[in-house]
């Protein structure tokens, strides 16, 4: 049993805890099923371990397998982390309002600072203020289909991709590396979303993960 345990760790690597635990029943029975069935053929209690054993295939390839259908331990932080962070912000009405109130700041910030002739700075922060709109209004949103969030989420990329864009105006490419770096934690924050949306059933996605 010990080559078993040896396998099972290598193919649950990384793996969410209840993803793990799955595994881990369905191996064990298929490994009692093909134990069983040398042995019936008569082989020896050594030889059928040997045989149920290698009718695994190698844990390296599982492993990999799994983790394309299965919640890794990094996404499985990831669901846990949204779920806290959206329940801590709708249970709390001051948040709210301060997450409504940034972009109507900004806007009128920019408004005071075009009319006193910085217009520079007035157009950043409006940029910012209409960007952030965006992000901000989405708890408020009727957003609860897959096909609506896919809406939104194509709209969120295009308004935080344009207003970066609009910030750095003609000097975006030569600041392009700074683009890659602002916007790579967002990128991979949503291909890891996208992961887990693949793996579970739309009725168990929790509210963040439309958005």
């Keep these: 049993m010990f080559e078993l345990h040896s396998w099972l760790e290598q193919a649950t690597r990384h793996l969410a805890k209840d993803s793990a635990a799955q595994v881990h029943a369905e191996i064990r029975e298929h490994y009692e099923s093909a134990r069983e069935t040398a ?5 020896t209690s050594e ?16 492993n990999c397998q799994y983790r394309r259908v299965l919640l890794t331990s990094a996404e499985a932080r990831m669901l846990r982390e949204g779920n806290w962070e959206a ?16 972009p109507i700041v900004m806007v009128a910030a920019a408004t005071v600072l075009f009319l006193a002739g910085r217009a520079a700075f007035a157009r950043d922060l409006l940029i910012g203020g209409v960007g952030m709109s965006l992000l901000i209004a989405a708890p408020l949103l009727p957003i609860n289909t897959p096909r609506r969030g896919l809406i939104f989420r194509c709209a969120k990329w295009i308004t935080v991709v344009g207003a970066m864009v609009l910030m750095f105006g003609p000097n975006s490419a030569k600041w392009s590396w700074l683009l890659i770096s602002c916007l790579w934690p967002l990128a991979w924050t949503e291909w890891t979303r996208a992961s887990i949306r693949r793996k579970l059933p ?10």
């Design 39 to 43: 042995i019936a053929g008569g082989a």
């Design 47 to 62: 030889d059928a371990d040997r045989q149920a054993l290698n009718a695994l295939g190698d844990a390296r390839a599982a």
């Design 87 to 102: 329940k801590a912000v709708c249970s709390s009405g001051w948040l709210k309002r301060l997450a409504i109130g940034m």
């Design 202 to 211: 739309v009725k168990s996605w929790p509210r963040h993960l439309y958005l």
